[in-house]
Nanobody
Framework: VQLQASGGGLVQTGDSLRLSCVAS????????MGWFRQAPGEEHELVAA????????YYAVSVKGRFAISRDNTKNTVYLQMNSLKPEDTAVYSC??????????????WGQGTQVTVSS
């Protein structure tokens, strides 16, 4: 399975961005797909995840209420809608997939990262 991420960019505080992650094959229903981010000098942080089978979601506290994850079964694609962006959201965002859990900790698959930069 290959994951292809896109949609990053340079925005200002308060702006919105939508990230996309396309899977090369349709994920099995027991898979969760999600987005990690990593800022310079920081650990990877799971930002949001969605279970492919039923659409159940997980959000980090830091983004709850501002970010929304969704999936499109017809396009094998997961989206991360990011609203009210803050400078502290600046990071490389990577999509990932793991079997059997919605709180992704040890991804089976990683996509390449996409840079999100939020200026103040």
């Amino acid at each position: 399975v290959q994951l292809q991420a896109s949609g990053g960019g340079l925005v200002q505080t308060g702006d919105s961005l939508r990230l996309s992650c396309v899977a090369s094959v349709r994920p099995f229903s027991s898979y969760a797909m999600g987005w990690f981010r990593q800022a310079p000098g920081e650990e990877h942080e799971l930002v949001a995840a969605i279970r492919w089978s039923d659409g159940s979601t997980y959000y980090a506290v830091s983004v709850k209420g501002r970010f929304a994850i969704s999936r499109d079964n017809t396009k094998n694609t997961v989206y991360l809608q990011m609203n009210s962006l803050k400078p502290e959201d600046t990071a490389v965002y990577s999509c990932a997939a793991e079997w059997g859990t919605i709180v992704i900790r040890n991804p089976d698959y990683w996509g390449q990262g996409t840079q999100v930069t939020v200026s103040s």
